[in-house]
């Protein structure tokens, strides 16, 4: 067992963990360390709308607060991103709970059949996710990567100067099922979690936005809300 995943002492309990030696691009574009600063700042740009009730924002605060304390236990990532996930399927139970049948209220449905509900009753829609133009870039800007990588290895060419500048996403990446995909995927990652996995990686903050953006949409007009 790696010394850092044991028990701290109490010395060691706010000493930053050993793996969190990742760099950042500072404002003038030089590299410097990443600090617990920059964690903080990183989280917290994540805020749930107004109208969220307040035990699913009190239960996002505390998925945040396991984030920003990975910087102390780099595994907190994992139980970070677990806890996220649990304070989506709350939310999400909140909402929709008005619509479910008898059935459903006495064994609720899990987290894929209620972001379907959600999307199919009209909570949730692709056009209003704050991210989907940024992902339709990614989307054409990795086409891009993969053609030019191929032509490389046709070409047998060992170097190339690539411009990302002038790649836009095509009508097909902006109307991608996001939503659908959500729904199928984001499950089993959070199924990974539930039933136990070594699985450690600190790149969770896109299942912060996803989670932010989701639960902002179903809570940002409550004036119907169950």
Do not use: C
């Given at each position: ?121 009209g ?51 902006l ?13 089993l ?21 996803i ?16």
């Amino acid at each position: 067992m790696d010394t850092e995943d044991k028990l701290r002492t109490a010395v060691q309990a706010l000493q930053p963990d050993s793996r969190m030696m990742s760099r950042i691009s500072a404002d003038d574009g030089t590299i410097r360390n990443r600090t617990l600063e920059d964690q903080y700042e990183i989280i917290s740009r994540f805020v749930l709308v107004a109208t969220t009730p307040e035990s699913v924002r009190v239960h996002f605060e505390t998925a945040k607060n396991l984030y920003l304390y990975a910087w102390f236990v780099y595994r907190f990532y994992m139980v970070a991103e677990h806890y996220v996930f649990s304070t989506l399927e709350m939310a999400l139970r909140g909402r929709l709970h008005a619509h479910f049948t008898q059935k459903q209220i006495k064994r609720p449905p899990g987290l894929a059949e209620l972001l379907s509900m959600a999307a199919t009753l009209g909570y949730l829609d692709n056009a209003k996710l704050p991210s989907r133009e940024a992902r339709a870039l990614e989307m054409a800007q990795n086409r891009f990567s993969h053609e030019i990588t191929a032509r490389m290895m046709r070409d047998g060419v060992t170097s190339m100067t690539v411009d990302y500048s002038s790649v836009q996403p095509t009508e097909e990446d902006l109307a991608f099922d996001w939503i659908g995909h959500f729904a199928a995927h984001l499950p089993l990652q959070r199924n990974m979690h539930a039933h136990g996995s070594d699985h450690l990686y600190p790149n969770v903050l896109w299942t912060f936005e996803i989670v932010a953006e989701l639960i902002n949409q179903l809570y940002e007009d409550t004036k119907d809300a169950p």
